[in-house]
């Protein structure tokens, strides 16, 4: 699976950005999809992440209610809405797809396909 991150930039604290996640296969309607970020130094956490119908949402503590998980299966795109956004928010998002479960998992090595990273900046 072939995943390619967007999205990213430049932004100041209060903005918002949307990050989108293209799926070159056409099995991408059936694979749980997570979004994770490392920012410098750190090790990369988990974000957010949505079942294949995108009939439920996992997010992290620290982006609950200022992020939004999304797909269009149609399209085979998973966005992530971020609002709100703060300084600590500057890492390099991935996206991820899970092909082996069907629940939302926050952990690295539960997923098998990455996409390249996105740079998100949030400046002060």
């Known amino acids: 699976v072939q995943l390619q991150a967007s999205g990213g930039g430049l932004v100041q604290a209060g903005g918002s950005l949307r990050l989108s996640c293209a799926a070159f296969e056409r099995t991408f309607r059936s694979y749980v999809m997570g979004w994770f970020r490392q920012a410098p130094g750190k090790e990369r956490e988990f974000v957010a992440g949505l079942t294949w119908s995108g009939g439920s949402t996992d997010y992290a503590d620290s982006v609950k209610g200022r992020f939004t998980i999304s797909r269009d299966n149609a399209k085979n795109t998973v966005y992530l809405q971020m609002n709100s956004l703060k300084p600590e928010d500057t890492a390099v998002y991935y996206c991820?797809?899970?092909?082996?479960?069907?629940?939302?998992?926050?952990?690295?090595?539960?997923?098998?396909?990455w996409g390249q990273g996105t740079q998100v900046t949030v400046s002060s």
């Open positions: 991820a797809a899970d092909t082996r479960y069907y629940s939302i998992r926050r952990r690295t090595w539960e997923y098998d396909y």
